[in-house]
């Protein structure tokens, strides 16, 4: 990957991970019932579980799914299934202060999460049609540098959203304005189920 394809995938990776989106508003509901220093997890394995995706997606992964409409669909309806799961987990949480024992999404849950939502796909898709190049080296190479500046660029603007959920604590404070607040970003996720199942 050449410098201006590093620079032009990076400028990509900020605004694909900082624009609204099934992650980024898991991440301001974490961050806004737990804080940043406990939604760490959930930033770190969004942020790689994104990087591996795009690793694999660039690698052939994507090429697989496309091809057969069947794997096509299992991803499409398990993804469905557990974004409104998710979102009612969330709309459903408890005051942000009551929640000091409460575990939030891990690492490992907000990876995995990745592989089911909907903007990952679509982001690791036009990202390998449109930066993957046949003279830049082999598939690996580009892959895992994709995968790379992907995490490195995504780290920042994802950090955005877990602290903007983290500031509003203190907005927060009621049992029913915690509760208004959860139930929002519920219906935000469960609404991009609609651009999942279309």
């Known amino acids: ?4 394809q590093a620079l032009a ?4 990776s900020v605004v694909a991970a900082g624009t609204p989106g099934p992650s980024n508003v898991l991440l301001a509901a974490t961050g806004a019932n737990v804080g940043v220093s406990r939604g760490l997890p959930c930033l ?13 997606v660039a690698l052939g992964l994507g090429t697989v799914a496309l091809e057969h409409p069947v794997v096509l669909q299992g991803i499409r309806w398990g993804g469905a299934v557990v974004l409104c799961w998710l979102a009612w987990r969330i709309a459903t949480a408890r005051r942000a202060g009551a929640l000091a024992a409460a575990r939030p999404v891990g690492f490992l ?10 903007k990952s796909w679509l982001v690791c898709a036009s990202a390998t049609a449109t930066f993957l190049a046949g003279g830049a080296g082999s598939a690996l190479g580009q892959s895992a540098a994709f995968g790379l500046v992907f995490v490195l660029a995504s780290l920042p603007a994802c950090l955005l959203w877990l602290a903007f959920g983290a500031a509003w604590q203190r907005v927060l404070r009621s049992e029913r304005a915690s509760r208004v607040f959860n139930a929002v970003m519920g219906a935000l996720l469960a609404a991009s189920v609609v651009l999942f199942v279309w």
Do not use: D, K
């Open 44 to 56: 770190l394995g969004v942020t790689f579980g994104m990087g591996l995706m795009m690793f694999v």
């Open 1 to 4: 990957m050449t410098t201006e």
């Open 9 to 12: 995938f990076f400028v990509f």
């Open 109 to 118: 849950g907000a990876a995995a999460f990745q592989w089911v939502n909907p």
